[in-house]
RNA sequence: GGGCGAUUAACUCAGUUGGUUCAGAGUGCCUCCCUUACAAGGAGGAAGUCGGGGGUUCGAGUCCCUCAUUGCCCA
């Protein structure tokens, strides 16, 4: 067989895929076995895939591959979101490039337009992460507006609604003028920005005086209905009762008093505006204040504003200073740091705005949901993140649930006689229940809610609404399948959607929707940036696997990912990846490339083998063990060094046979069986490679990905070390040969003085990778010898031509010196009363033997010296 | 402004209850080697007063206080 000489990632990948789907490895059915259950978090189902969904997902098909291994039940469901505001301005765009407006359409026109949208771009993502491999249930995709996720979150809002949990109001909302919807308090990204503070003088009614407010937002002063001051500000005392005079439109309004002001900040002095900012909104409730709106949906100045009316409030910014300095009300204008908030969505500046809106109750709600996280029934990895999640949920405000979109769930409210309003499932049904209050009523006066249902309101119920759990709360897969074991999802979401699940959970199943949390980092690039397409400094992940295949890029992402941390992405870990890749190829076409003989097996190989078997173990219960941990990369890291490290540079360099010389067969078995667990532990990290192999290894019917895990078994933690100490030996000998220049072809002797507590049965080994002739055991000091110590046993390179004698006596003398101020610091501690008294016996008994071989250490050394000089 | 973290080698990070195995890993860097699986490789090496300052202790990277820098969440 002719093996290439480089792992050709891209012409086997779509190979397997293909196979295991065609298998159906992936599916899964309720039966006997133990469930394994991942929910994806849905991406938006336009969306492309980027850098934070490879890692995500890559994650999360490591877990569920390793389940599958370990004879779970291995269920990873997949789908996407409907995302409505991201979705609905993607198709606006869209239409407009055509010349459509939203307005010129009907609701049904316009969800017509956006299914076409659907079809054409949902789902792509989906496509792509199976180029990654991910092994997910394809027959079990979900899309969050399918037809049974509505009626599940229609059948929710209907519940709570009926259980008193969803009220009607006005209230101040957040405000997204770009794409004319409320959103929801974390749906707005608070930002620093550099703007001015304005200062601005009211004439007061009938009198000469003034007063003068500062503020950032001067088109504001439209809407203004009073100046408030703080009552224990004497400053402003005399004003009670008094009225001030707006400027350029001269409203009267009065002079109000409220703790609520800060009499450091600016003038001590507030104008309050309040439709347009919460506190201001607040105060006015209060004081029983006018509420002027003075914007429309669309951040141009309303009617209301008198001034300035259909221009862009920051225009009329400009505008308005402009005009209040000419006028003389205007004092002075500085630069001044405030934070703004912005639209997670559409970017745009989100206004304080009133509006009439739907919201669900959450106080109690949520009791549960923060209860069960803070007894660790549901644990976050990385734990940090608990006491971020506890002070929001103690903290948790009502949910604005509607948007003023159309696509999304609509909301199930029909209105008739005015503000009158039913909630049912459907018209039939409101009618009935409107009949109760008016007999008179026909389903033609009946007019349902315009507004749609905030994407997290499905959202939410995922976990449960993919197995049908809340139509059918007692059917089999629900039964089976819930709760799920791991959510694997970005921190920016922990609010929006892993506390609602968890809230959501225990309302409708009284059971947590999963049992553990890993929260990953956020994928920034080298400098620290957050990816995004407006910087473009995120790279095409298609891309990137076809340059250095699936499995390079998985362990690339891995490899810098720990639960948590933000991670500064870089092209060159994909590189190491596929390097790892190329070297795990390697090491099977070394194996793959001998000939087996029946001949006998080398000593050589009998200890590789017996060290290799431990190691291997070993190693597997500390993989085993990092999992558990949710530190993937860390496992990740364990096998790197396991496959590199022992399994290539050590174990491969031990039993291999000279030259083009045969192995014997017991060597070659047992070298085949410990690759084969090599890729099993590899498989969940590296599922094409470790597939492609298994099948090259010998031809066989069964395929790695259902194969079992490998267990770990215990151990013999003394040969391990023992093998420590022989490689340091290799390592000496080889440190001769580099420093002195010896070839490596050249034989060479050893000669040892052995310490006996340090016994070391790996001759075999130091031998052949020492490319030695002979060991010898004596018990005098070789002249003309290059020498170095392991431990307390002295070795000998015997070496007539080319011997430095100097140099060699000042590396001793370097030796010398370091080896005696360790003793000192040895026999400070052991001098320190206190210490030998307090400290654990075992601790001080091993200083006193620390101080014993450092004394013979020095002996030994101080000997070699004086013989040499 | 409030809350929660972080600060360990050039970079990215480990470091469990203070004490053998504590100053580590990977990458990068330096030296030598195209040697017969792999140059996408091998062998070897250098590199850190564990952010600063105090304190507790026989003993502190680890616990406490404080300052500095920085990130995230919330207002």
């Not at 620093?192 to 503070?197: A, V, Y």
């Not at 009065?254 to 439709?275: C, H, N, R, S, W």
């Not at 507004?451 to 809340?470: E, H």
């Not at 920016?492 to 199943?509: H, K, Q, T």
Request: proline share 4%; aromatic share 10%; glycine share 4%.
């Amino acid at each position: 067989m002719i093996i290439p000489k480089i792992y050709q990632a891209n012409q086997v990948e779509d190979k397997w895929y293909s196979h295991w789907l065609k298998k159906g490895y992936f599916h899964s059915e309720p039966d006997n076995r133990k469930p394994y259950t991942i929910v994806i978090p849905p991406p938006n189902v336009t969306g492309v895939l980027h850098m934070g969904h490879m890692l995500n997902n890559t994650l999360q098909d490591v877990m569920i591959r390793r389940a599958r291994m370990q004879g779970f039940n291995a269920c990873w469901v997949p789908g996407t979101d409907h995302a409505s505001i991201a979705t609905e301005a993607k198709v606006l765009n869209k239409l407009s490039e055509k010349g459509i407006k939203k307005e010129d359409l009907t609701r049904k026109e316009f969800m017509k337009h956006a299914y076409e949208w659907k079809d054409e771009h949902g789902g792509i993502i989906l496509e792509q992460l199976k180029k990654l491999g991910a092994s997910c249930d394809w027959d079990r995709t979900k899309f969050t507006m399918d037809e049974d996720m509505n009626e599940s979150v229609i059948d929710v809002f209907i519940d709570l609604f009926n259980k008193g949990l969803i009220y009607r109001g006005v209230r101040m909302v957040n405000w997204d003028p770009a794409a004319q919807t409320a959103v929801s308090d974390e749906e707005v990204i608070h930002k620093e920005i550099e703007s001015k503070l304005y200062y601005i003088s009211y004439e007061i009614e009938n009198s000469d005086e003034k007063i003068t407010i500062a503020t950032t937002r001067p088109e504001t002063i439209l809407g203004d209905t009073a100046i408030c001051v703080n009552p224990n500000d004497s400053r402003f005392k005399h004003l009670k009762n008094k009225k001030a005079i707006v400027p350029l439109i001269n409203r009267i309004i009065p002079i109000i008093f409220d703790e609520y002001v800060d009499m450091e900040f600016g003038t001590g002095a507030l104008k309050i505006t309040p439709a347009h900012d919460i506190n201001d909104y607040e105060i006015g409730d209060k004081h029983n204040l006018e509420t002027i709106d003075i914007l429309n949906n669309d951040g141009t100045l309303s009617e209301d504003a008198v001034l300035y009316v259909g221009k862009d409030r920051f225009e009329v910014r400009k505008e308005i200073a402009k005009k209040l300095k000419e006028k003389g009300c205007l004092i002075k204008s500085e630069g001044y740091t405030n934070k703004v908030g912005f639209s997670e969505r559409t970017d745009a500046v989100i206004e304080p705005k009133l509006s009439m809106q739907w919201f669900c109750k959450m106080t109690e709600l949520s009791k549960p949901a923060l209860e069960h996280v803070m007894n660790d029934d549901i644990k976050l990895h990385p734990p940090k993140f608990k006491n971020t999640y506890r002070h929001w949920m103690e903290n948790v405000k009502d949910w604005c649930v509607s948007r003023q979109l159309w696509w999304g769930q609509r909301i199930p409210a029909f209105f008739y006689d005015g503000n009158k309003f039913v909630v049912a499932k459907n018209k039939e049904l409101a009618l009935e229940l409107a009949k109760k209050e008016n007999p008179k009523i026909t389903i033609s006066d009946l007019h349902q809610d315009e507004d749609v249902l905030d994407t997290w309101f499905s959202s939410w119920l995922w976990p449960i609404s993919v197995f049908d759990g809340i139509r059918n709360p007692k059917n089999k897969e629900i039964q089976y399948y819930y709760p799920t074991n791991d959510l694997i999802t970005g921190p920016d979401i922990l609010f929006f959607w892993v506390a609602r699940m968890i809230i959501s959970g225990y309302e409708y199943r009284n059971k947590p929707p999963f049992k553990d949390v890993y929260l990953t980092g956020l994928v920034r690039d080298k400098i620290g940036r957050k990816m995004s397409k407006s910087l473009g400094n995120s790279p095409d992940p298609i891309e990137l696997m076809n340059k250095y295949g699936a499995d390079g890029v998985r362990v690339g992402m891995l490899l810098c990912a720990p639960a948590g941390n933000d991670l500064p992405f870089d092209e060159s870990l994909c590189e190491q990846g596929r390097n790892f890749s190329n070297k795990i190829w390697n090491a099977f076409r070394l194996i793959k490339g001998w000939e087996i003989k029946d001949i006998d097996q080398e000593q050589a190989s009998i200890d590789g083998i017996k060290w290799f078997e431990n190691k291997l173990y070993h190693t597997i219960k500390e993989i085993d063990i990092s999992f558990s941990k949710y530190r993937i990369s860390e496992a990740l890291m364990l096998t790197y060094k396991l496959v590199w490290d022992d399994f290539c540079s050590q174990y491969l360099e031990i039993i291999k046979p000279e030259y083009q010389q045969p192995i014997d067969k017991e060597t070659y078995n047992k070298t085949i069986l410990f690759l084969e667990n090599i890729l099993k532990l590899l498989h969940p990290f590296m599922p094409f490679l470790s597939e492609e192999i298994w099948h090259l290894i010998d031809e066989r019917k069964s395929d790695i990905i259902i194969t079992k895990w490998p267990e770990a078994k215990s151990i013999d933690k003394q040969l391990i070390n023992e093998f420590n100490n022989t490689m340091e030996v290799v390592s000496g000998i080889r440190n001769i040969r580099k420093e002195k220049n010896i070839a490596k072809k050249e034989e060479l002797d050893l000669f040892v003085i052995s310490d006996k507590k340090t016994k070391n049965n790996f001759d075999s080994i130091i031998k052949k990778l020492g490319n030695l002739s002979s060991i010898n055991y004596t018990s005098n000091k070789v002249e003309n010898s290059f020498s170095f110590m392991v431990k307390a046993s002295q070795y000998f390179v015997p070496l007539s031509e080319n011997f430095d004698k100097d140099a060699e006596i000042e590396k001793l003398n370097k030796d010398l010196n370091y080896t005696t101020g360790f003793l000192k610091i040895v026999e400070n501690k052991l001098s320190n009363k206190k210490f030998v008294e307090n400290a654990p016996k075992q601790l001080v008994e091993n200083e006193k033997n620390k101080l014993e071989d450092a004394k013979e250490k020095i002996r030994i050394l101080t000997e070699k010296i004086n013989s040499l000089s």
